[in-house]
Each structure stands twice: as C-alpha cells, then as structure tokens.
Nanobody, 123 residues
Framework: VQLVESGGGSVQTGGSLRLSCASSAYIGSHYCMGWFRQAPGKEREGVAFIARDGSTRYTDSVKGRATISRDSAKNTLDLRMNSLKSDDSAMYYC??????????????????WGQGTQVTVSS
C-alpha cells in the first residue's frame, strides 16, 4: 500500500486547508486511518483518526477545528482544518492499517505511512 499526501502549503493564520491522502489500495478493509504531524524539534503527534465504522477521534488541540473523513470509493483520506494557528505548522503524514484493534487512536499499530506534506501557517 502506498500513501501519497497532498494539499499542504503556506496558509495565513486563521485560514483553512484540506489535506488529502491517496491510497494505492482499497481502503475499505483498512480498520484505522489517521493523520499525524511533526514539527521541527517536536515529537510526532497524532492529530485525527477514523475507524472503519466511521468513528473519529481528535487530539485536543484541533477539536472543533478539524474534520477527518474517508472515502472508500475514491480510496482517499481527508483532513480539513480551519482557524489555523502557527502551532499547526508541521509536516503532516497519513497512516493506515488493516489490523483489527478495539481502538483507533495514537496507539494503533499503523502499517503504512505516507511521505508527508508540509503545512506552514504564518501571519
């Protein structure tokens, strides 16, 4: 499975963006999919997760500002964010996995990762 992110770039503070992750394989069987980010000098952080049943989880810092969605027909995973802040600047990665677990969050054993797309938020 290959994952390719797109949609990153430079955004003004308060703006919005849509990141997309295209999978080379059918994602309908993927149990858990997620977006992570990593800023220079910081640890990787799980941003948002969506399970096969459509349930979602978000890290506290993006709750109310982010929406994760998956489209099995298009084999894509999207992340929409608004009210962007400088703290949102990071390299964003998508990840996915087929293993069933009773959870889909930062601790899930993701099997596949994309190369990342850079998001820079500035005033």
């Amino acid at each position: 499975v290959q994952l390719v992110e797109s949609g990153g770039g430079s955004v003004q503070t308060g703006g919005s963006l849509r990141l997309s992750c295209a999978s080379s394989a059918y994602i309908g069987s993927h149990y858990c999919m997620g977006w992570f980010r990593q800023a220079p000098g910081k640890e990787r952080e799980g941003v948002a997760f969506i399970a096969r049943d459509g349930s979602t989880r978000y890290t506290d810092s993006v709750k109310g500002r982010a929406t994760i969605s998956r489209d099995s027909a298009k084999n894509t995973l999207d992340l929409r964010m608004n009210s962007l802040k400088s703290d949102d600047s990071a390299m964003y990665y998508c990840a996915t996995g087929r293993t069933w677990k009773p959870y889909c969050d930062n601790g899930y054993p993701f099997n596949y990762w994309g190369q990342g797309t850079q998001v820079t938020v500035s005033s």
